[in-house]
Every structure is written in C-alpha cells, then in structure tokens.
C-alpha cells in the first residue's frame, strides 16, 4: 500500500459523488478527500481512477486538485511573491491557495512583485506545506544540476516572450540577476553558458539574445 502524500501527486479512486464535488479515497485508507466541483473532470465516474494534487485547505483539512502546480513538496522553483503580512509571504505556485514562506525561512525579506527561488517542504511543526529560499539546506550536487537545467529553459522561454533579448549579461550584478530571476549570479552564468554551447543564443555587449 502505497502512503498518501501531501504536497504531491497522488493516485486516488473515485467512491462518492455529490453536488459540491466527488470523494476520492486511496486504497488502503478509510479516509475520504474531496475533489471540488470546479475541478472535477467530465469524464471522471465513480470507480475512475485519477491524479490529483493533495494539500491542506484554509480549514487544515485534505483536499485534491486537477490544477497542477509550478513546484512540489521536494522540489525547488523560481515563484513570484504575491502578498506579504505579518507572518511571512505568500509565493504563487499556481494554485487557489498561495504557498507560505514564513520570515524564519526567507534568505532575504522577501517583496510583492520579486521572484525567489526556492524550496518547497512540509513544515514538520504544523505538517503545512510551505516554502523556503534558504536553499542551500536543501541542495545536493545532483539538484544543483537540475536546477541550472530548469533555469536554462526557464531562461529561453523568457526570451522568446520578450522579443529574444535580456539586458542581464554574466557581468550584471547579483542583486540585478536575483531581483529578475530569482536565482544566483552563479546559476544564471551557468545557465547562459548551457544555451550558449547549444548555440541557442549569443552573448553581447548588452546582455543575451536569442540566436538567429
């Protein structure tokens, strides 16, 4: 038997349809989750078997998702900060409910309007799920390749939406880079160097472009 997963994707069997949604349920386990109306599929029937995302409600409760979000539990991602209080910043993963970034977790106060990279996890105090840009807790050297792999595609798809060119070179400064991107100097300069050899763009004296 499988073990459900919070902040991840699950596979889970449909037992019970009603008017706000449709109950799923893991083999196994007598607990029922609720897929909300909005997200059920029109295909879905009781029996059916399907992915969902799981994670906690604003009431702490367990619940499922078709949307699919920008970041799991174990990954990193660069996500944009929506909102701040007291507490902490909220990240947008695209999903209804922000993720959480609380201030003990933040590298850097974190501002709406900024993209961070960052650290998804389950907070083992409250077993929320939530964010940390303190990355370097959570990195190993096989993640570090991964993440220069990501950013590199994350870095063409920018360049092909704004008109193949960005005016942040590898001499631009960290703040810059970071204040943009949400990465390291080091991870951008490794990412132009990967689009670079695969003769994807060129470097110039102001900035990258997209190659011809």
């Excluded at 349809?17 to 909300?36: N, Q």
């Excluded at 959480?100 to 590298?107: A, I, M, V, Y």
């Excluded at 993440?147 to 092909?160: G, K, P």
């Excluded at 703040?175 to 670079?196: H, M, N, P, T």
Aim: aromatic residues 10%; contains cysteine; hydrophobic residues 35%.
């Amino acid at each position: 038997m499988e073990k459900l997963k919070l902040g991840r994707t699950n596979r889970l069997k449909a037992v019970w349809k009603v008017d706000f949604g449709m109950y799923l349920k893991a083999e196994g386990y007598e607990e029922k989750i609720l897929l909300p109306k909005r997200y059920v599929p029109t295909f879905l029937e009781v029996g059916d078997e399907i992915d969902v995302f799981l994670y906690l409600d604003n009431e702490e409760r367990l619940i499922a998702t078709t949307q699919t979000p920008k970041v799991q539990v174990g990954e990193f991602a660069t996500l944009e900060c929506v909102d701040v209080n007291k507490y902490g910043a909220f990240l947008d993963w695209g999903l209804m409910k922000q993720l959480f970034c609380p201030f003990r977790e933040q590298k850097q106060r974190m501002e709406v309007g900024k993209k961070y990279l960052i650290y998804c996890l389950i907070d083992e105090q409250s077993y929320r799920i939530m964010a940390s840009s303190k990355v370097e807790k959570w990195r190993k050297p096989e993640d570090a390749r991964r993440m220069v792999t990501n950013f590199s595609d994350t870095l063409l798809r920018y360049l092909q939406t704004q008109g193949g060119r960005c005016h942040l070179s590898d001499k631009s400064s960290p703040e810059d880079i970071e204040a943009q991107f949400g990465v390291s100097k080091r991870i951008y300069k490794q990412a132009i160097g990967d689009l670079y050899k695969r003769r994807l763009i060129t470097i110039t004296d102001t900035g990258i472009a997209l190659a011809e």
